[in-house]
Each structure stands twice: as structure tokens, then as C-alpha cells.
T-cell receptor
Framework: DAKTTQPPSMDCAEGRAANLPCNHS???????VYWYRQIHSQGPQYIIH???NNETNEMASLIITEDRKSSTLILPHATLRDTAVYYC???????????????FGKGTLLTVNP | NAGVTQTPKFQVLKTGQSMTLQCAQD?????MYWYRQDPGMGLRLIYY???????DKGEVPNGYNVSRLNKREFSLRLESAAPSQTSVYFC?????????????FGQGTRLTVV
């Protein structure tokens, strides 16, 4: 699986957009970019995923560069409850057999300040 | 809709004792996973089961065994607990397929080995 690189921590003011970067320069054509977050002491929560097009859902937007070597997760109006560790994960498109395991790094601790 | 349920939520063991962590999902998912998370670390995969009847080692399988009892249940067993196994254990499940799909996590089992 491709390796990802994320900053260890970021701060954001409440109500502002939070932009979390992720580098995945070794990503291959059949690999998705996934984002999960983990609020303190809870299980990880799925946020969004994409292959090559930008994606948006009720939680966030995912912007993937044209060369697919990096992506940005955008929380449009961060709240205090968005304070969490955010994980960027790359995994193969074909999720059969052993391809489905998720490999978590240390992620980015996003702190939303009042 | 319960999602992924883990039992127990908390457990204290003495060194050398054995125990089984239980996990059940009600989403008809094929794949299930066990992760551990140590303080300040990301999640590390212990074992996974891509489908009923199959199990495979993850990143840190030593000291653990698993059983995929049926499609719903995936248990993790510590035969002889050691202090190094003090951690938070998360179970997860997901669908299989060629499209990107999300994984759902339980709320964790906090295990202390003294």
C-alpha cells in the first residue's frame, strides 16, 4: 500500500474552514484515498473517500490533485466537536481478499479553538 | 442499528491470564478486523478476516489468536496476557467489492494487564 505523510498537528479557529493536507506520492492508479477521524477515546469514524475526482458529502470535501500525489480534506465550518486525529489512508480499489486491510499512520491532530 | 459491538468495554487481567474479546456486527459485512492502539500511536492491525472462514495476520499478530465464528462474529483471544498487551482494542467491519467502501469501528475494549 502507498505510504501517506501528514503534519502531526494543526490548529483552526471555530467557524473557519479546516484544510488538512496529505501527501501520497507513491499512490498507484488502483488506489483510493480515504479519510477517517478519531475523537478522543472513541473508535475511528469514516469521513470520505475518493479515487481521482473531488468528492463532497455532509461532513467534508476531498480535493485530490490531478497527479493524485496529494489530497486535502476540507471541513468547511469547523466546530469544537471536530477536534480529533484525522487519518489519511490509501488502499487498493479491489477490496477482495487481503487488499481490504486499512493501514493507519499517526494522523494529524486537529485542534479547533474557540 | 447497533453497528459493531465489542465486549467487554473494560478489562483488567493479571499477567499470564487468558481472555477473549468479542466482536459482532449486524451490517452483513464480509470483512472484519482487529486493531490495537497504544497511547499516542496510530492503529495497528493485529488480524483480519476478509470473509467468513478465512483469517490472516496483520502487522502485530504475535500473542494473539482469532476466530471467525460466523459472518457476524470475530473474536480475539489472548492466551497468556503480558503487560505489553495493555492497549485499546478496536474491532471493525466492512463490505467487500471493487468499489470503495467504508469500515465501521466499535467503541473499543480498554485492556490493562498488570
Amino acid at each position: 500500500d502507498a505510504k501517506t505523510t501528514q503534519p502531526p498537528s494543526m490548529d483552526c479557529a471555530e467557524g473557519r474552514a479546516a484544510n488538512l493536507p496529505c501527501n501520497h506520492s507513491t499512490i498507484s492508479g488502483n488506489e483510493y484515498v480515504y479519510w477517517y477521524r478519531q475523537i478522543h477515546s472513541q473508535g475511528p469514524q469514516y469521513i470520505i473517500h475518493g479515487l481521482k475526482n473531488n468528492e463532497t458529502n455532509e461532513m467534508a470535501s476531498l480535493i485530490i490533485t490531478e497527479d493524485r500525489k496529494s489530497s486535502t480534506l476540507i471541513l468547511p465550518h469547523a466546530t469544537l466537536r471536530d477536534t480529533a486525529v484525522y487519518y489519511c489512508i490509501v488502499r487498493p480499489r479491489n477490496s477482495g481478499g487481503s487488499n481490504y486491510k486499512l493501514t493507519f499512520g499517526k494522523g494529524t491532530l486537529l485542534t479547533v479553538n474557540p | 442499528n447497533a453497528g459493531v459491538t465489542q465486549t467487554p468495554k473494560f478489562q483488567v487481567l493479571k499477567t499470564g491470564q487468558s481472555m477473549t474479546l468479542q466482536c459482532a456486527q449486524d451490517m452483513n459485512h464480509n470483512s472484519m478486523y482487529w486493531y490495537r492502539q497504544d497511547p499516542g500511536m496510530g492503529l495497528r492491525l493485529i488480524y483480519y478476516s476478509a470473509s467468513e472462514g478465512t483469517t490472516d495476520k496483520g502487522e502485530v499478530p504475535n500473542g494473539y489468536n482469532v476466530s471467525r465464528l460466523n459472518k457476524r462474529e470475530f473474536s480475539l483471544r489472548l492466551e497468556s496476557a503480558a503487560p505489553s498487551q495493555t492497549s485499546v482494542y478496536f474491532c471493525a467491519s466492512s463490505k467487500q467489492g471493487t468499489q470503495g467502501t467504508e469500515a465501521f469501528f466499535g467503541q473499543g475494549t480498554r485492556l490493562t494487564v498488570v
